[in-house]
């Protein structure tokens, strides 16, 4: 299947200690460093997103998050998109996304694999005794299995 971001902002959610912002440099534009790393670099707001950047901020609502995420009509938006560091680019989002019934994020299997993530032992239980060693090779089908699987076990499935 081809991915399509469902835009939750998961990828986005835990980012803050990964991305800080040092200084506004300019007009929209932002001086941002990696604290692990010491790396530095400029970001800019996307112009038809930089209302949405000083309307709201979202670290009320996730603390954690890249200082960038917003959110609009519960749909995630980073406001820097076209200059996005090199690191978002390269984040692989989930093929499989597992929520509970409120739609937090439960557990994922990470986009182009067969991995399955979760710090929830019921979840790793159900996975391994109902999808580890499905003989299933057409990987659509694969997916339709696991989020019947989940599904049957009430939780609410993201393909």
Request: charged fraction near 30%; include cysteine; glycine fraction near 8%.
């Amino acid at each position: 299947m081809v991915f399509r971001c469902q835009q939750c902002g998961e990828c986005c959610r835990y980012m803050g200690d990964i991305i800080e912002i040092e200084e506004q440099t300019g007009p929209g534009t932002y001086r941002i460093r990696f604290p692990v790393t010491g790396e530095e670099r400029t970001v800019t707001l996307d112009p038809d997103k930089a209302d949405l950047f000083s309307s709201q901020d979202s670290t009320r609502s996730h603390p954690m998050a890249c200082p960038f995420l917003r959110f609009r009509d519960k749909r995630a938006f980073c406001t820097v998109h076209a200059t996005r560091p090199g690191l978002c680019r390269q984040y692989g989002c989930f093929r499989v996304l597992i929520l509970d019934n409120s739609g937090r994020h439960l557990g994922r299997v990470r986009d182009g694999s067969r991995t399955f993530s979760s710090l929830d032992p019921a979840l790793h239980e159900l996975w391994d005794t109902e999808v580890t060693g499905t003989d299933i090779l057409d990987e659509a089908a694969w997916e339709r299995w696991v989020r019947d699987v989940f599904s049957r076990a009430g939780y609410r499935v993201v393909i």
